[in-house]
């Protein structure tokens, strides 16, 4: 996984600026900002993400609801391990305080696998449930991900990442001291 990196590539940057804010702001009928951006890669026989909830790993900010576009670089699909969704409950509210689904919880629902490819555009909020398998491919499949909030609840942008490297340096000093 790779954070941080929107601002500095103009061409991201711009297209962000230019193409999804004002998007995501349109279909959300309020302004929306970036809260966060990242690259997440799935390596080839990389294990899949456990069934979840994206609303309480920011839990910090007092932001009501998240949004995430999510792009693809390459063919997102069931042999690689796309992404899965509950499609078929509507505004699910919180259903663990971690965010991870005891799997009592998630085998209730009916999950529908996402598979996208690189022209697709896939938006969902920080509430609805969702995973992914295994990548059972021979090749890698990679994902950007930008999050949103509304503007009126502020933006938070430099504040996450400024959160994300202090915990990312206090975990590998507790490494280093082991």
């Given at each position: ?145 930008f999050t949103f909030n ?28 082991l």
């Amino acid at each position: 996984r790779i954070e941080n990196f929107t601002y500095y590539h103009q061409d991201i940057n711009e297209f962000v600026e230019e193409k999804i804010t004002p998007l995501l702001s349109l279909i959300c009928d309020k302004e929306m900002v970036l809260f966060k951006d990242k690259i997440n890669w799935k390596l080839s026989k990389g294990d899949g993400f456990k069934a979840h909830q994206d609303q309480p790993a920011w839990s910090d900010f007092n932001i009501e609801r998240f949004y995430s576009v999510a792009l693809f670089a390459g063919p997102s699909i069931k042999e690689n391990g796309c992404l899965q969704f509950v499609t078929d409950e509507n505004n699910i509210g919180l259903l663990s305080k971690d965010g991870c689904l005891p799997q009592e919880i998630e085998k209730k629902f009916n999950w529908e696998y996402f598979e996208t490819y690189p022209r697709d555009l896939l938006i969902f909020d920080s509430y609805i449930p969702h995973k992914s398998d295994k990548n059972n491919s021979g090749n890698s499949r990679s994902i950007f991900y930008f999050t949103f909030n509304s503007l009126e609840e502020g933006n938070f942008y430099t504040e996450y990442v400024k959160k994300k490297d202090n915990i990312s340096l206090l975990q590998m000093n507790e490494e280093i001291n082991l």
